[in-house]
């Protein structure tokens, strides 16, 4: 997660040329900060370069990048006429250039690496469309949804189609799997998930399951185990706050895991790294089905020389 990111020198160097958002647009360079960091780093799989939040883009919100203040959406979406003012997209139209991104990573991989598309779960989407940004508490958010509930099922109808879609397109420029984030949906109780949450979720899994797997990938959802499994996602990601194994025991057999080390421990010294990563492949024991992650982003601050340390050690330590 965040593979390409500002942690890694080579993603800043090409960053001093484009903004944020020209880079996830420019297809050539966006392959080539996917590549790159995939490489450099000796993942087993690459995710192309681009965010969650591009399809807001043509649905009409308005979204810019502030340096140091992450996304800001310029039209927060609050009432149902903003709902029915947001625009149909053509998504092979409108997003080619990340179908696009996918295709010449794929090109020059080839068989080599596998290429992971992505994409944002309705919730966490609409989160930023109607906050208008990041949010700690997502007070705006959840008073829509209880204030407003035909509204927003609406917003979250129209942001799953145009997610569908979008992940479809990158299935077909050669997305081996597909991830959707619902990093921000553990704010929600389970009654409230099971309502305004999981029915748009299991319409997008149902709906790419057919064409590659796709994993779901939330924090703070320990609350949440049997909903998440109620998805029907081919993997479930976990934060750091879940011990794994407990947390796969609870999903069930049939679902595969993904998680779960805490990004803060890449910011230690690198034998710290390996001990985590090890304590992590103890708990998962020979059961199959577990792709080791970190349980959210790298941090920008995070030594390059850890990630490598800790991608050696999962190496090594799976073959034990
Ligand atoms: O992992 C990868 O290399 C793939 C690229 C990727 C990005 N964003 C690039 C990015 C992925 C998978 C995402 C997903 C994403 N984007 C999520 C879900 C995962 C998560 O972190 O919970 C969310 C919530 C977003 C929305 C978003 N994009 C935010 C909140 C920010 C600001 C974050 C920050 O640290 O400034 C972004 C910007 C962003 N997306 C960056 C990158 C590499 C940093 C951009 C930069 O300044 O260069």
């Not at 790298?298 to 850890?306: E, R």
Request: charge should be negative; include cysteine.
């Amino acid at each position: 997660m965040r593979q390409a990111g500002r942690y890694l020198p080579e993603y800043r160097r090409v960053r001093e040329r484009f903004s944020f958002l020209d880079l996830c647009r420019n297809s050539e360079a966006a392959a080539e900060v996917t590549v790159t960091s995939a490489r450099r780093i000796g993942a087993d799989a690459a995710i192309v370069f681009a965010d969650i939040l591009l399809p807001l883009v043509p649905m009409g919100v308005g979204l810019h990048f502030e340096a140091g203040e992450g996304p800001c959406i310029e039209r927060p979406v609050r009432d149902t006429a903003a709902v029915a003012a947001l625009q149909p997209v053509d998504v092979r139209d409108a997003l080619a250039f990340v179908g696009e991104s996918v295709r010449l990573c794929r090109a020059e991989l080839g068989e080599a690496l596998p290429v992971i598309g992505f994409a944002g779960a309705p919730f966490t989407v609409g989160s930023y469309a109607i906050e208008g940004g990041s949010s700690r508490t997502f007070v705006t958010t959840k008073t829509f949804m209880y204030a407003q509930p035909a509204a927003w099922d609406d917003l979250m109808t129209r942001i799953a189609t145009v997610t569908i879609e979008y992940l479809r397109m990158q299935i077909d420029n050669g997305a081996a799997a597909v991830q959707l984030f619902d990093s921000w949906v553990g704010c929600l109780s389970p009654a409230d998930y099971e309502r305004y949450a999981l029915p748009h979720v299991r319409r997008i899994v149902d709906a790419i399951r057919p064409s590659a797997p796709i994993i779901y990938f939330g924090t703070m959802t320990s609350g949440l185990l049997p909903q998440l499994r109620a998805t029907g996602a081919d993997v479930i990601g976990l934060d750091w706050r879940v011990d794994l194994k407990d947390a796969w025991d609870a999903l069930g057999g049939d679902v595969a895991v993904q998680g779960n080390l805490d990004p803060v421990r890449l910011l230690g010294d690198a034998q710290g790294v390996r001990d985590a990563a090890r304590d992590i492949l103890t708990r998962v024991g020979a059961r199959p089905g577990h792709i080791f992650n970190l349980g959210h982003g790298v941090l920008p601050s995070t030594p390059v020389d850890n990630v490598l340390a800790l991608i050696e050690a999962v190496h090594e330590y799976r073959h034990d």
